[in-house]
Nanobody
Framework: QVQLVESGGGLVQPGGSLRLSCATS????????MGWYRQAPGKQRELVAT???????NYADSVKGRATISRDNVKNTVYLQMNSLKPEDTAVYYC???????????????WGQGTQVTVSS
């Protein structure tokens, strides 16, 4: 059974911070890469950050310098710390797991419920 359970979202003022959590099963967590996506109303789902099993990280330009992705190998949990939040960060945030696939990643076709982040004054 696939498990991807996101939490930690909420309503925050511009400039505030949130830490999102993604609880997974061990079989999912053992994939090559874990990532955070976000989807705003009327827009495509966008990849925000990734972290490989070896700890290498990458970030979208839109969050670079404001976001930190990390993983806890004991708890099978991936985190996304977001600081200096902006209204354009408002979206539903999802986590997922993937394997290497040439120049890109092949992500699991299962998506959890996500966690809502709303940045507003």
């Amino acid at each position: 059974q696939v498990q991807l359970v996101e939490s930690g979202g909420g309503l925050v003022q511009p400039g505030g911070s949130l830490r999102l959590s993604c609880a997974t099963s061990g079989s999912i967590f053992s994939r090559y890469v874990m990532g955070w996506y976000r989807q705003a109303p009327g827009k495509q789902r966008e990849l925000v950050a990734t972290i490989t099993s070896g700890g290498s990280t990458n970030y979208a330009d839109s969050v670079k310098g404001r976001a930190t992705i990390s993983r806890d190998n004991v708890k099978n949990t991936v985190y996304l710390q977001m600081n200096s939040l902006k209204p354009e960060d408002t979206a539903v945030y999802y986590c997922n797991a993937g394997a290497r696939a040439g120049a890109a990643y092949h992500w699991e076709n299962y998506w959890g419920q996500g966690t809502q982040v709303t940045v507003s004054s």
